[in-house]
């Protein structure tokens, strides 16, 4: 039977890392969402891995090194329990604006975020790299992550030219950079809808594949 590395620590191990761990991304999270203006933002992400659904899973299936939903997906057929619960209820991830399509010949389809909510993506992908990653992390890992995965997102057009625009700046020329042009874009969209045409971006149709 293939063993994990969260079966080597005692509970305790795994629910003060859990905790530590979680406490550390929302820490980053707000820091970058204050830089933004987003302060109501920063300091309500990520509350629901609190809740018992999620923050279980996180205590069980902790190991220090990967997403304890990753290694629940890994155990659970592809499904973990505390993932589908999450993104369910936090409007900064992509994949709580995937729905049904109604255009032929596509099955579902990413919705165009509003503009608060890809600020607070892009500063929750900074955020977990600087996590997960430690001493290892550089201005150029929320792109290198977003580029590994990029074909595997199912993503309005629009939101993704302004989210490649965002941790393109990031990688090039860093974190108060890609503060600055965020706060910008805060300002001309109110926070809200927008094109990319309206905002001079470039936008790519991905073909998305699995």
Known sequence: MESYAYQTKTFSQRFFGHLRTVCTHKFYVAQGCFKC??????LLHDLSKFSPQEFMVG???????????AVQRTLN???STSWL???????????????????????????RMPMKYVAEMVCDRRAACIT???????????????????KRIIMHADTRAVLEKCL??????????CF???RELLKITKGADYTAEQLGLKKEEVEVTF
């Open 85 to 111: 619960h999450h993104k369910g209820r936090n409007r900064h991830h992509f994949e709580y604006w995937i729905d049904y399509s109604v255009k032929p010949g596509m099955t579902v389809y990413g919705n």
């Open 132 to 150: 997960y990653q430690g001493k290892d992390y550089s201005q150029a890992s929320a792109w290198e992550h977003y580029q590994f995965s990029k």
């Open 59 to 69: 205590v069980k299936y902790f190991d220090g090194h990967k997403s304890p939903n």
């Open 37 to 42: 203006g987003l302060y109501y933002q920063g």
């Open 77 to 79: 057929d592809g499904c």
């Open 180 to 182: 600055g042009y965020i």
């Open 168 to 177: 393109a700046i990031l990688k090039d020329e860093g974190e108060e950079a």
